[in-house]
């Protein structure tokens, strides 16, 4: 499986403020996919970063909020937008290929907002 | 509403013994299911899958059941280690929800020695 890191592991950010997390594979991948875990909660899908294009958003979750890139086949940022204390959150990308039905995740990234 | 329920959200076990995660979707239209063993501070690890024209799927240790008419699938881990203590994440997909993984909110297995 494809090897993939994530930076920041961690941060904490001022309320108001922006932060943007880099995903980074160490081969080419056909779809990447960011996640968010809050605190007790299960993994919820953000959007599909699209090669190319713009992302692919899921209910609930907002371009202006979460811009995300994705300049080429192994590489994404998402960004958290003013943020605010219900952002603090476990941040993961994931990758999977195509052909695959699996998919293989990031160390994640933990963001706290104060 | 949840589509991917854990309704146990801890399990304790001996080691040697059997561990049973149990994972329940209430979606029709999901075709393909994985579990998940994620550690404190990493990401969440794949470990076996089932597609759902399968009813049982083995790898090691680890065997995933899948009862499509109950919408209930369930990861047996025999024997348990120590090692194996951590969450375990049900996800699903297929239908309306595509690649997106649909996961459940974990199961805390702790195996002790």
């Known amino acids: 499986s494809a090897v993939i890191s994530q930076k920041p592991s961690r941060d904490i950010c001022q309320r108001g403020t922006s932060l943007t997390i880099q995903c980074q594979v160490d081969?080419?991948?056909?779809?990447m996919f960011w996640y968010r875990q809050q605190p007790g909660q299960s993994l919820t899908l953000i959007a599909t970063?699209?090669?190319?294009?713009?992302?692919?958003?899921e209910s609930g979750f907002v371009i202006d909020k979460f811009p995300i890139s994705r300049p080429n086949l192994t590489f994404s940022t998402l960004t958290v937008s003013n943020m605010s204390p219900e952002d603090s959150s476990i941040y993961l990308c994931?990758?999977?290929?195509?052909?695959?039905?699996?998919?293989?995740f990031g160390p994640g990234t933990r963001l706290t907002v104060l | 509403d949840q589509q991917v329920k854990q309704n146990s959200p801890s399990l304790s076990v001996q080691e040697g013994r059997i561990s049973i995660l149990n994972c329940d979707y209430t979606n029709s239209m999901f075709d393909y299911f994985l579990w998940y063993k994620k550690y404190p501070a990493e990401g969440p690890t794949f470990l076996i899958s089932?597609?759902?024209?399968?009813d049982k799927n083995e790898d090691g240790r680890f065997t995933v059941f899948l009862n499509k008419s109950a919408k209930h699938l369930s990861l047996h881990i025999v024997p348990s280690q120590p090692g194996d203590s951590a969450v375990y994440f049900c996800?699903?997909?297929?239908?309306?929800?595509?690649?997106?993984?649909?996961f459940g909110k974990g199961t805390t297995l702790s195996v002790s020695s």
């Open positions: 996800a699903a997909s297929g239908g309306q929800a595509g690649t997106a993984l649909i």
């Open positions: 994931s990758v999977e290929d195509l052909g695959e039905d699996t998919q293989y």
């Open positions: 970063a699209n090669q190319g294009s713009e992302a692919t958003y």
């Open positions: 081969s080419q991948v056909t779809m």
């Open positions: 089932i597609s759902s024209i399968k």
